[in-house]
């Protein structure tokens, strides 16, 4: 079994911050990557940030210079900073881990259940 779980979210102010953590746990026999996709409402979910083993990053253009992605690879953990939220930041935020899981030894995304994430004065 595989577990996806995030933390953190909330409402806050335009131009404040905020962080999520997000942690993979259970039968993982590699993690290939970990990322942050949100969906608002009425619209698709969407790529937020993503780090993939090797250490490359990926960011949608409407977060960079805003966004930051790490990760602990000895905790299968990975964050999102939040800086400068915008109202169009409103979202729930979904965090996606693409892995091997050592009880099929099949690879698949596995989602948490979701932070939201509000931006407002």
């Known amino acids: 079994q595989v577990q996806v779980v995030e933390s953190g979210g909330g409402l806050v102010q335009p131009g404040g911050s905020l962080r999520l953590s997000c942690v993979a746990s259970?039968?993982?026999?590699?993690?290939?990557?970990m990322g942050w996709y949100r969906q608002a409402p009425g619209k698709q979910r969407e790529l937020v940030a993503r780090i993939i083993s090797s250490g490359y990053i990926d960011y949608a253009d409407s977060v960079k210079g805003r966004f930051t992605i790490s990760r602990d690879n000895a905790k299968n953990t990975v964050y999102l900073q939040m800086d400068s939220l915008k109202p169009e930041d409103t979202a729930v935020y979904y965090c996606?881990?693409?892995?091997?899981?050592?009880?099929?030894?099949?690879?698949?995304?596995?989602w948490g259940q979701g932070a939201q994430v509000s931006v407002s004065s």
């Open positions: 259970g039968s993982i026999f590699m993690l290939y990557a």
């Open positions: 996606d881990a693409d892995l091997l899981a050592s009880s099929t030894y099949s690879r698949a995304n596995y």
